[in-house]
């Protein structure tokens, strides 16, 4: 039996490599085409505001679609006050293989509400949804 040296031992290797988005990124084309399909009912939520039955798609549904069809996106929000509202002007960037696309819209809530949520985070979720919508994600609830 031949003695093997430790020099001569072969030491197992695993290549891991992870998803960077960096390195991942699709044609816009692609990623324009996925988020202006219809959102599936499952994800379509309903509220009643002043006795009208609204059809909306929560902000975290809207993430989870965000990762999937475009990963690495990017959002960023500037937040303004006044005597009695809130305003978020929010910018979403689709990181895709031709750069990084932004679209912007803003949310406003009134300062004082009585209803869910705070007006902080009602206007910053109307201000996502509003930039998901401008990159068609969503944008058949707001043809109705």
């Known amino acids: 039996m031949q003695k093997i040296t430790t020099n001569e031992r072969a030491k197992p ?3 891991v490599r992870h998803l960077n988005h960096k390195e991942f990124r699709r044609p816009l084309l692609e990623i324009l085409e996925d988020l202006k399909k219809p959102v599936q009912s499952r994800f379509i939520k309903y509220k009643v505001i002043k006795g009208q039955k609204i059809e909306f798609i929560p902000w975290y549904i ?3 679609l965000l990762d999937y069809y475009a990963p690495g996106w990017d959002w960023r929000i500037t937040t303004s006050f006044d005597s ?3 305003c978020v002007m929010g910018e979403l960037t689709i990181k895709a293989a031709e750069g990084d696309f932004t679209r912007s819209a803003v949310g406003d809530e009134l300062s004082e509400i009585e ?3 705070s007006s902080y985070t009602n ?3 109307q201000s996502f949804r509003r ?3 401008r990159f068609g994600l969503g944008l058949s609830l707001w043809e109705k």
Request: aromatic share 6%; with cysteine; glycine share 12%.
């Open 13 to 15: 290797t695993t290549e």
């Open 62 to 64: 809207l993430t989870r």
């Open 84 to 86: 009695n509202r809130v």
């Open 115 to 117: 209803h869910y949520g």
């Open 123 to 125: 206007a910053e979720a």
């Open 131 to 133: 930039c998901c919508g």
